[in-house]
């Protein structure tokens, strides 16, 4: 049987982070971040070893709740991924503020300089905290 997981993303014009949950769907965890061909490739593979439930994506908004200017790529990417994935529900969560505190809690890990400086890893860990919002906010 093969074990129950969410995925979070943060869509990126250069890259894509990724998350996945626990399969008791409780905590988020940072996988990486990939370029848009391999993001499909990786959700492929998680796909074939876990039962994914649901993917969760940042819906990039501005702090007066309008839609950004990252929507059109965003929808462009989600009509992409709904055609790969067509029987994996997709949804989209706020993620305002998700960058700056991506960075923060890479900074309060005591991550080093070099390590912070790696643009992957602010994406994948938005990713994460995309997706650890999802799993609060709706309680799995």
């Known amino acids: 049987m093969k074990r129950k997981r969410i995925l979070g993303l943060d869509v990126g014009k250069k890259r894509t982070g990724l ?17 848009t061909p391999e993001i499909f490739e990786k959700i492929e ?3 074939s070893e876990s039962d994914i439930l649901k993917i969760v994506v940042g819906w990039p908004v ?9 929507v059109h790529m965003v929808k462009s990417f989600m009509g992409e ?14 993620e305002r503020f998700t960058s700056s505190m991506a960075q923060q809690a890479i900074i309060d890990s005591g991550a080093g300089k070099k390590k912070r400086q790696q643009k992957g890893l602010v994406d994948a860990v938005a990713a994460a905290i995309i997706l650890q ?5 709706y309680a799995f």
């Open 45 to 47: 593979k998680i796909a």
């Open 133 to 137: 919002n999802y799993l609060d906010k």
């Open 62 to 70: 501005h702090l007066s709740g309008q839609a950004g200017e990252s």
């Open 81 to 94: 991924l709904i055609k790969r994935f067509p029987t994996i529900e997709t949804v989209t969560l706020d």
């Open 19 to 35: 998350a996945q949950s626990d399969p008791m769907l409780t905590i988020a965890s940072p996988i990486g971040a990939y370029g």
